[in-house]
Nanobody, 125 residues
Framework: QVQLVESGGGLVQAGGSLRLSCAVS????????MAWFRQAPGKEREFVAT????????YYGDSVKGRFTISRDNAKDTLYLQMNSLKPEDTAVYYC??????????????????WGQGTQVTVSS
């Protein structure tokens, strides 16, 4: 059974930074491609960033490109999202997600089998 637990959310002023973490309990975290999605009130879930299971390739949504960085530490079974230059429109619940082992990355939520409970990020103007 795979469990994902996000942490690191909070309230920050526009222009500030936050780092989200996602602790993953799985036999072989290193074989899971991972992603971050977010969902603001009244909006659909939005793709933020994804990383391959080896960590060699990443892909970002247009709205966060150049400001956010996804990374992973396979030795610690943890996924990260470094968020810089935050904007009020980044306010959302952020979710980490995992694909089935051995699959490549994807920007589609439907491709992810496992999800965390989410962590709230609020950016004030």
């Amino acid at each position: 059974q795979v469990q994902l637990v996000e942490s690191g959310g909070g309230l920050v002023q526009a222009g500030g930074s936050l780092r989200l973490s996602c602790a993953v309990s799985a036999r072989t975290f290193s074989t899971y491609s991972m992603a971050w999605f977010r969902q603001a009130p009244g909006k659909e879930r939005e793709f933020v960033a994804t990383i391959t299971w080896r960590g060699g390739s990443t892909y970002y949504g247009d709205s966060v490109k150049g400001r956010f960085t996804i990374s992973r530490d396979n030795a610690k079974d943890t996924l990260y999202l470094q968020m810089n230059s935050l904007k009020p429109e980044d306010t959302a619940v952020y979710y980490c997600a995992a694909r089935e082992p051995g699959l490549g990355y994807s920007a589609w939520a439907r491709d992810y089998a496992y999800w965390g409970q989410g962590t709230q990020v609020t950016v004030s103007s």
